[in-house]
């Protein structure tokens, strides 16, 4: 694997990682430590900068990001829980966010109005969402509405989510209309999903009608593309009512191989004034271990049809446009960017590679780098679903 090897170190020199550095959250203060809070570091951190969080439970800590482009990472097989919503707002062109391996799970307490899992506004940059849990709390309605969405989008213009669980919240008890949350909720934004699951909650309805209860993706107006997903509404098919997989209302959705949960008694998903494009071809997957420091093993596994040839992409930038021809977004720019191949799946349509990834160069305590592979030649080529890999000095 020289070739990649020799790609990712290559990318990772050009000049636009000259300022970026690593800020290293561990509430335990331990060896290396800088910040106890995720939002101390996030206030200091320049745009560009890695915010490196390390295995805990993070308490009352609601975590806000304005105007500034930040990867915020748990360390490679940590467990990293945020008790608060996290809110990021404002991301101008050129700005992205990148959440990886947070489990964002607010707590209980309903008098707190911020209670999303994750909530994006007005966000002219890009937001990466990789292997999050986003939910909602339960009995986290405001006073008198709705409970509250795992993920909550308006005016955002790249929003994209990879392996990733969106759970819906039930309303307060004082709630006066009893309705559940959402396990997505997006307003004029622009989205695309990749091997995520969607859940609508339960209200309190009693009257047996699915308004009360929450969608597992509720979209007014945007774009929506999702592969090898699953919807579910919230409520039950024993007492036949319960919210859509998918509720949509003057949007645009393309849906490859989707998954609904059943319920006799309802469609899987309601469109208004929506154009859709559904899909049956098998999705490729691209999975890639991160972060990794110099001298480590970096593993990436792809997965695909049979004895298929794979490129991988690898770009600093980002791009967010559907490609009809591929049935699918190109999400890593392509200008510039570092193709190689690394090899063909097998018969059984799994490719698995690794190799040691060498020194950043110096000055460089980190570096995140945006993949995405292809699968197939010709008119038959079909791209996976996105990987940010970040890369870290092995000092920390």
């Not at 607010?106 to 109005?113: A, Q, R, V, Y």
């Not at 319960?242 to 309601?270: K, Q």
């Not at 690898?314 to 960017?337: C, M, N, Y």
């Amino acid at each position: 694997m020289r070739s990649l090897a020799w790609m990712l170190a290559s990318i990772a020199c050009a000049p636009a990682l000259a300022a970026q550095s690593v800020l290293v959250v561990d509430k335990n203060q331990g060896p290396g430590w800088e910040f106890a809070t995720i939002q101390s570091a996030v206030n200091a951190a320049q745009d560009g900068d890695i915010v490196l969080v390390r295995s805990e439970t993070y308490y009352d800590e609601s975590l806000t990001i304005v105007a500034k482009g930040l990867t915020i990472t748990s360390d490679f097989g940590g467990y990293v829980r945020l008790t608060e919503g996290v809110t990021v707002e404002g991301l101008l062109p050129g700005q992205t966010v990148v959440l990886r391996g947070l489990n964002i799970e607010p707590d209980t307490w309903w008098l707190n109005d911020d209670k999303y899992g994750l909530r994006a506004l007005d966000c002219a940059g890009s937001i990466r969402v990789e292997g999050c849990t986003l939910i909602a709390s339960h009995l986290s309605g405001k006073l008198g509405g709705r409970g509250f969405d795992g993920l909550f989008a308006d005016g955002c213009t790249s929003l994209v989510v990879v392996n990733c669980t969106m759970r819906g919240g039930l309303p307060a008890i004082s709630s006066s209309d009893g309705l559940g949350g959402h396990g997505l909720h997006a307003t004029d934004s622009r989205i695309s999903a990749f091997g995520s699951t969607f859940k609508g909650i339960a209200g309190f309805s009693t009257g047996g009608a699915h308004d009360f209860d929450g969608d597992g993706v509720h979209l007014e107006s945007g774009w929506f593309y999702a592969a090898s997903c699953t919807f579910e509404g919230g409520g039950s098919s024993v007492t036949c009512h319960g919210g859509y997989g998918i509720e949509a209302e003057s949007a645009d959705l393309v849906l490859v191989s989707p998954a609904y949960a059943s319920n006799a008694c309802r469609p899987p998903i309601s469109l208004t004034g929506c154009t859709l494009l559904e899909l049956l071809a098998p999705q490729q997957f691209l999975l890639m271990t991160s972060p990794v420091r110099e001298g480590q093993t970096l593993l990436l596994q792809a997965a695909g049809e049979p004895n298929q040839p794979v490129l991988l992409l690898v770009s600093l930038g980002l791009e967010d446009a559907f490609a009809a021809w591929l049935q699918a977004p190109l999400l890593v720019s392509l200008s510039p960017a570092l193709i190689t191949p690394v090899g063909s799946t097998s018969s059984i349509g799994w490719l698995v590679q690794s190799f040691t990834v060498g020194a950043l160069p110096p000055g460089i305590e980190g570096a995140t780098v945006f993949c995405q592979a292809a699968f197939g030649a010709g008119a038959s080529v079909r791209l996976s679903n996105p990987m940010s890999i970040v890369l870290l000095d092995a000092s920390l």
